[in-house]
């Protein structure tokens, strides 16, 4: 078996269809790993033919890991679900599995963030490389709860060709994450024993907008851009605040609660 994909998945009815779609002709095998989806996940799963494995929720690196270990593939392709593969990525990838060339081991593939129903090509969301492709065994993910990312000792090498990755379908759905994200978010840095100052409160959020809007050119993307460059500064806002009830409410335990599943 040449290739399999490894995603993860808590009720992602909205995306997997479109995901799995993307995935049939190029992969041998898809493994989802599954923490507790109550929605149409796994029909649409059984529709594929995937492998659909039950795991509890154990953090975004640990529970990648669980996906890969399953694959039976010899190149993994780790998937988001919410995450489409480009009809010039699927091709990109299909070379390199078939050229045979075992001495590149590890490639980042480009991630085009698509929000709102739009490509999202400045303010930062238009370029973020992340590990996708490598061979079984090269590697493994971090245990992050968030913010996952893959070690390695072997080189990284690039693929340009995008991987959309489908952020947000509406303000409602961005909405609808936002507590949950901010709340692990908070929960990370606490782990780390980072604090949240005024300062970071009051003013980071102003820096981020600035930083996306202007200096990334955000403005670029019209009203979506303002949108997302405003929604992001409330995001660290809130996740520094989280951080601050943390440390003063000591609610670290009740809060673990609401940060156990992710998509």
């Given at each position: 078996?040449?290739?399999?994909?490894a995603?993860?998945?808590?009720?992602?009815?909205?995306?997997?269809?479109?995901?799995?779609?993307?995935?049939?002709?190029?992969?041998d095998?898809i493994?989802?790993v599954?923490?507790?989806?109550?929605?149409?996940?796994k029909?649409?799963?059984?529709?594929?033919?995937?492998?659909?494995?039950?795991?509890?929720?154990l953090?975004?690196?640990?529970?990648?890991?669980?996906?890969?270990?399953?694959?039976?593939?010899?190149?993994?392709?780790?998937?988001?679900?919410?995450e489409?593969?480009?009809?010039?990525?699927k091709?990109?990838?299909?070379?390199?599995?078939?050229?045979?060339?075992?001495?590149?081991?590890?490639?980042?593939?480009?991630?085009?963030?698509?929000?709102?129903?739009?490509?999202?090509?400045?303010?930062?969301?238009?370029?973020?490389?992340?590990?996708r492709?490598?061979?079984?065994?090269a590697?493994?993910?971090n245990?992050?709860t968030?913010h996952?990312?893959?070690?390695?000792?072997e080189?990284?090498?690039q693929?340009?060709?995008d991987?959309y990755?489908?952020?947000?379908l509406?303000?409602?759905?961005?909405?609808?994450?936002?507590?949950?994200?901010?709340t692990e978010g908070?929960?990370?840095?606490?782990?780390k024993?980072k604090?949240?100052s005024?300062?970071?409160?009051?003013?980071?959020?102003?820096?981020?907008?600035?930083?996306?809007?202007?200096?990334?050119?955000?403005?670029?993307?019209?009203?979506?851009?303002?949108?997302l460059?405003?929604t992001?500064s409330?995001?660290?806002?809130?996740?520094?605040?989280?951080?601050r009830?943390?440390?003063?409410?000591?609610?670290?335990?009740?809060?673990?609660?609401?940060?156990?599943?992710?998509?």
């Open positions: 078996m040449k290739l399999s994909a995603i993860m998945t808590f009720n992602e009815e909205k995306n997997l269809d479109r995901t799995l779609k993307a995935l049939g002709d190029i992969c095998e493994v989802i599954d923490s507790g989806s109550t929605d149409r996940t029909e649409i799963a059984d529709k594929y033919k995937a492998k659909f494995i039950n795991q509890k929720w953090g975004y690196g640990k529970q990648r890991n669980v996906a890969i270990d399953n694959c039976s593939g010899k190149w993994i392709l780790a998937v988001d679900a919410d489409e593969l480009s009809p010039q990525l091709e990109k990838i299909k070379e390199i599995i078939e050229s045979n060339d075992e001495s590149k081991k590890v490639y980042e593939i480009n991630r085009l963030s698509v929000c709102f129903g739009k490509k999202i090509k400045h303010g930062g969301w238009g370029t973020s490389y992340a590990v492709l490598f061979l079984k065994g590697g493994k993910f245990d992050n968030v996952e990312s893959f070690v390695t000792d080189k990284v090498y693929i340009k060709e991987i990755h489908h952020s947000y509406t303000l409602e759905d961005y909405f609808s994450k936002f507590n949950r994200y901010t908070a929960l990370e840095y606490y782990k024993g604090k949240a005024v300062f970071q409160i009051a003013f980071n959020p102003l820096y981020k907008f600035i930083r996306m809007y202007i200096i990334r050119l955000g403005f670029l993307d019209g009203v979506e851009g303002f949108l460059a405003s992001s409330l995001y660290s806002m809130v996740k520094y605040f989280k951080l009830e943390i440390y003063r409410n000591g609610s670290y335990i009740d809060d673990k609660k609401g940060a156990k599943n992710g998509d």
